[in-house]
Nanobody
Framework: QVQLVESGGGLVQAGDSLRLSCAAS????????MGWFRQAPGKEREVVAA????????YHADSVKGRFTISRDNAKNTVYLQMNSLKREDTAVYYC??????????????????WGQGTQVTVSS
C-alpha cells in the first residue's frame, strides 16, 4: 500500500503558474512509477504526465507539452507537476497516482493502482 496526498492546487489567472506536489507514504517510493491525471467536469479522467521510478523516463500529454513538467524527488517521497502558462482548459481536479514499477504503460490509467484524493485547479481568464 502507498498513500498519496496532493497539494498546491488553487485559483489562478490564465498565464499564471502553479506547482502541484504529491507526497507518498507507506512503501518505498522509488519502487513506484508515478503519474498525474486530471478530470474536468463532464469529461473522462486523462493522463497529464508520468514519470518512471528512477526519473529517467517521462511522458507529457500533447496538450501540456512545453508548459507542464513532471519531476520527482525520491529522497523526499514526492512527485511534482510544474504548470506554467496555464489556460482555462487546464481547469480540472488533478490526481496523483502510483503504479508498482515494472514494465508499465505510463500513459494508461489502468496501470495505476493507487490514487490520491485530488486537488482542484481553476484557471480564470
Amino acid at each position: 500500500q502507498v498513500q498519496l496526498v496532493e497539494s498546491g492546487g488553487g485559483l489562478v489567472q490564465a498565464g499564471d503558474s502553479l506547482r502541484l506536489s504529491c507526497a507518498a507514504s507507506g512503501r518505498t517510493f522509488s519502487r513506484f512509477d508515478m503519474g498525474w491525471f486530471r478530470q474536468a467536469p463532464g469529461k473522462e479522467r486523462e493522463v497529464v504526465a508520468a514519470i518512471n521510478w528512477g526519473g529517467g523516463i517521462k511522458y507529457h500529454a500533447d496538450s501540456v507539452k512545453g508548459r507542464f513538467t513532471i519531476s520527482r524527488d525520491n529522497a523526499k517521497n514526492t512527485v511534482y507537476l510544474q504548470m506554467n502558462s496555464l489556460k482555462r482548459e487546464d481547469t480540472a481536479v488533478y490526481y496523483c497516482a502510483a503504479a508498482v514499477a515494472g514494465g508499465n504503460n505510463l500513459r494508461s490509467i489502468s496501470s495505476y493502482a493507487y490514487w490520491g484524493q485530488g486537488t482542484q485547479v481553476t484557471v480564470s481568464s
